[in-house]
């Protein structure tokens, strides 16, 4: 099994902005793909963008334009810088393999995105 660990999320204003952080104590990320998904209440979960190995980066429409994803490999992490949230950007975020979620999920890390 894979330990995700999701981190970063909160409350933040329309506008705003956050950074959120996945690891993973188990698994060294550094020859996968890996991606960003949520999952807000009523719907399914959805890949939102995705880095592969060599920095090559795709994004959903819903995240091209205000989200970034990235990777530190010396610290196994992946990141999504977001910016201009909005209500409908409020959701649970999980981190995992991409494009192809091959991995458990993990608890994720709730952003709320409210005045």
């Known amino acids: 099994q894979v330990h995700l660990v999701e981190s970063g999320g909160g409350l933040v204003q329309p506008g705003g902005s956050l950074t959120l952080s996945c690891t993973s104590s188990d698994r060294v990320f550094r020859d996968y793909g890996m991606g960003w998904y949520r999952q807000s209440p009523g719907k399914q979960r959805e890949l939102l963008t995705f880095?592969?190995?060599?920095?090559?980066?795709n994004y959903r429409d819903a995240a091209k334009g205000r989200f970034t994803i990235s990777r530190d490999n010396a610290k196994n992490l992946i990141l999504l810088e977001m910016s201009d949230l909005k209500p409908d950007d409020t959701a649970r975020y999980y981190c995992?393999?991409?494009?192809?979620?091959?991995?458990?999920w993990g608890q994720g890390t709730q952003v709320t995105v409210s005045s």
């Open positions: 880095i592969l190995p060599d920095g090559l980066t």
């Open positions: 995992n393999s991409g494009p192809n979620s091959m991995w458990n």
